[in-house]
């Protein structure tokens, strides 16, 4: 008998077919698909009518003049075009005049096209609001808050230090070195200078031994955003978390700490699966927009690594239709004499001299070093990975067929449909 599934990939599926006898284990999060009979924006609407920590939006909406709402960029699930319409409804709800900008928070990304943005927030939201794509390179945009307590500086997008209230949209999934997604992320990196992002992300920061998915308490680089955060004047969030499908599963709304911590421990409930440990490892990022450029893939592949035993194979189905994701994470490895190189120089590099996508670098670095990585991915990044030192596949079995080749007294299969939606409790 054959175990068949069904990976995310771009926006559908690839197959993966094994022997059940060498699957070892197929680690799914315990959330579960949206309730058909729950209507997304009635969940919303229930979460901004009972704020945890907070008055309502409406109420804190009064007598404010100018409103600036942050909403994610085209690189993250985030629902927006349910998200923010009954958010923007809230605040005029208290204050019908209040003057209100959308900032796109794009923190170190490429900016959002209009596509991209009437894609993601509807053409009718787009049209009628007034959005802001944000750009961290651009000073003129920023303003100096101080130091964090890092000691990494902090300057913020001006829209935020002029507005008279700041709230902020998102989704709560894992991450791979703040804990969490969402929350305090809206300010850093989400609408914060390049400097102060990449400060935040620095080798230090990133190696700390509490800088791991699903961990908040003693994280260094959250401490640094709720500090940020707090410092930026947000006051109001609402997040949501999302199923397989995006669809709204729950939502969260109110002080940026109470309702994302609440947020957070319903996710890492849902999210957390024990390790275990085969020799061959199989993830995916999630699909689309999650899975569109090898950067953001590096993500799923810390999953596996916490899944696959030192030495073995760590194959990652992610399309990757924008490629690299960024020339400067993969000039690490094209300069450097493999992982280890990287590694060991990304480590020499000062704090304040952190440069763009080194963290990604590091991590994919790390992961390298503990296992031999197949990237199953769009074509066009296969020179992509040969740069990087990373092997290329077109399809998973493909890759299985090179992962038994490397391995072949290899003793069996774990495979993580999605790497990017599970906490592994790791044993190594």
């Not at 997304?40 to 609407?45: L, V």
């Not at 979460?47 to 942050?70: D, F, M, N, T």
């Not at 992320?185 to 400060?199: C, E, H, M, R, Y």
């Not at 399809?395 to 990017?420: F, R, S």
Request: hydrophobic share 40%.
């Amino acid at each position: 008998m054959s175990m068949k599934l069904e990976i995310p990939y771009g926006r559908g599926t690839l197959p993966f077919e094994w022997p059940d006898d060498k699957v070892r284990a197929v680690l799914i999060p315990k959330g579960g698909e949206a309730d058909p009979n729950r209507d997304e924006t009635a969940i919303i609407e229930a979460a901004l009518a009972h704020p945890i920590g907070s008055p309502r939006l409406s109420e804190l909406a009064q007598g404010k003049r100018k409103v600036l709402v942050i909403t994610s960029d085209h690189t993250r699930p985030v629902p927006s075009d349910r998200t923010l319409p009954p958010l923007l409804a809230e605040i005029r709800r208290g204050n019908p005049d209040a003057e209100i900008t959308i900032l796109v928070a794009t923190g170190m990304h490429r900016a959002t096209t209009r596509e991209e943005m009437v894609g993601k927030f509807g053409a009718e939201l787009v049209a009628k609001e007034h959005f802001v794509v944000h750009n961290s390179f651009d000073q003129s945009q920023m303003v100096y808050k101080g130091t964090l307590p890092s000691g990494c500086e902090f300057s913020v997008n001006r829209l935020a230090d002029e507005a008279d209230l700041v709230v902020s949209d998102g989704f709560i999934e894992p991450h791979f070195f703040a804990g969490f997604s969402g929350g305090r992320k809206s300010i850093l990196p989400g609408i914060t200078s390049a400097v102060s992002v990449t400060s935040n992300h620095c080798a230090r920061l990133v190696a700390h031994e509490r800088a791991r998915t699903g961990i908040l308490e003693g994280n260094p680089i959250h401490e640094d955003m709720v500090f940020a955060a707090r410092k930026a004047g947000l006051a109001f969030i609402l997040n949501v978390v999302i199923d397989e499908h995006q669809r709204v599963t729950h939502a969260f709304a109110g002080d940026l700490e109470a309702a994302h911590a609440a947020g957070c421990a319903l996710v890492g409930e849902h999210s957390r699966v024990d390790a275990v440990v085969s020799d061959i490892a199989v993830t995916s990022n999630g699909g689309y927009p999650l899975d569109q450029n090898v950067y953001q893939s590096v993500k799923s592949m810390t999953a596996a690594e916490a899944c696959c035993r030192k030495g073995g194979v760590i194959i990652c189905a992610s399309r990757c239709e924008d490629g690299s994701g960024g020339e400067i994470f993969v000039d690490w490895f094209k300069r450097c004499n493999g992982p280890q190189d990287v590694l060991d120089q990304i480590m020499r590099v000062p704090d304040k001299e952190t440069g763009p996508d080194q963290w990604q670098s590091q991590v994919l670095a790390r992961v390298m070093l503990h296992a031999t990585v197949i990237l199953v991915s769009d074509e066009r990044c296969k020179p992509i990975c040969e740069d990087i030192g990373i092997r290329w596949a077109p399809d998973i079995m493909t890759a299985m067929a090179m992962a038994v080749e490397l391995k072949p007294d290899y003793d069996a299969v774990t495979v993580i449909p999605n790497g990017i939606s599970v906490i592994v409790q790791a044993d190594r």
